[in-house]
C-alpha cells in the first residue's frame, strides 16, 4: 500500500515538479492537489492523505493557518516548504509550532545541486513522515 501525499502550492509549476518527483517513487502516490490553504484544509479533510507537502507562502489562507486547521481536525504529518531566509526562519518556526512535522527547503539548490538527490531526500522524508501516519517531529534537511 502507498503513502498518500496531498502537495500543497499556489505554484502550478512547483506542484508539478514535486509531483514528479512523488510519482517517481513506487512507495508513494498523490492523492491529491491544492492550490492555497483554503483548499488544502478541504482536500485534507475530503482525501484523507498520510502526509502533506505545504508551501507558507500562499494567496486566500496561507499555509501555516492551513497546517493549524488541519492538525485541530485530524493528526497528521505535513512537510512545509521553506525559503532559507531570515523572514522564511521565522516563517517555518511558526509553522513547526502550528503543528508541521518538518520543513525542507523550497530552493532545491539549497539541498543539493544533484536533482536525483534532491528526488531521493524528498521522497526518503516523505515516506519516512508518511509512514508513522501523524507522527510528530521536527528535523529539518
Not at 18 to 35: N, S
Not at 52 to 61: A, C, F, G, N, R
Amino acid at each position: 500500500m502507498s503513502i498518500r501525499v496531498l502537495v500543497v502550492d499556489d505554484s502550478g509549476f512547483f506542484r508539478r515538479r514535486i509531483r514528479a518527483m512523488i510519482d517517481a517513487d513506487p512507495r508513494l502516490e498523490v492523492c491529491g492537489e491544492a492550490a492555497d490553504g483554503r483548499e488544502a484544509v478541504e482536500a485534507a479533510e475530503r482525501l484523507r492523505p498520510d502526509v502533506i507537502t505545504m508551501d507558507i507562502e500562499m494567496p486566500v489562507m496561507d499555509g501555516i493557518s492551513a497546517v493549524r486547521q488541519i492538525v485541530r481536525k485530524r493528526p497528521i504529518s505535513v512537510l512545509m516548504f521553506s525559503s532559507l531566509t531570515h523572514e522564511g526562519a521565522r516563517a517555518t518556526i511558526d509553522a513547526l509550532e502550528a503543528g508541521a512535522a518538518d520543513f525542507i527547503p523550497k530552493r532545491f539548490a539549497d539541498i543539493s545541486g544533484d536533482m536525483e538527490q534532491v528526488k531521493r531526500q524528498l521522497c526518503e522524508r516523505l515516506v519516512e513522515l508518511g509512514g508513522g501516519r501523524g507522527g510528530r517531529g521536527a528535523r529539518g534537511l
